[in-house]
């Protein structure tokens, strides 16, 4: 770990700074647990120069889990198409032509194909997730792609309560909410905790 920053966010000012300085597209990752804002952090970071989009995007069709047997465990590192999301984090890499990648679409719980553009005059390509820096292949691959690394690590109250609240949103009951952050989404985070240290900035208590 190279930093610890507290509350406020350190800003992209520099990456766009590096990128306009030497023409070099610069990625950015976010990384926390379940709820930890990292989707919510990464779409305020969006504006002219930069492109944000999400590892949710490669996971697996729903009937792909089905035939799987993995439908239960929708969230967990094998129900993405782990090698999909480095492959587009290698072709983003290059300023030289539109990339398309696909979005993950909460109402409908299914990723959308050519959902999300990046044209070459994006300067900075924020991309978030919960296993940007797991440590078991195909994962491990993901760190050496990015340029910087933020690690997300609100209050474990505050992550739980946003979570559940975002649970009952997406139509769920109070218990199914309950059950789901306190089981499969509670199982990830520890995971996902585990691999802090591999961030270059550690953004508490946001
Ligand atoms: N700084 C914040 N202040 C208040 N609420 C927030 C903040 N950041 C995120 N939230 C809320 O918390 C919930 C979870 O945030 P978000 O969806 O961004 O998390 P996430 O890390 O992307 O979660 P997941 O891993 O499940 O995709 C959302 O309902 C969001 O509106
Ligand atoms: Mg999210």
Redesign the pocket.
Known sequence: MRGVTPSSDPGIAHLLDAARADGRRRVLGIV?G???????LAASLAGPGVAVVGM?GWHLANSVLDRLGRRERKGAPDTFDAPGYLAFLERVRSRAATVWAPEFRREIEEPIAGALEVPPDALVVVTEG?YLLLEEPPWDGVRALLDEVWFLEPDEEVRRA??V??HERHGRSHAEAVARADGSDAANARMIAATAQRADRVLRG?
Do not use: F, I, V
């Open positions: 926390g379940p709820g930890a804002g990292k989707s919510t949710d919960n946003r979570l609240a975002r946001t």
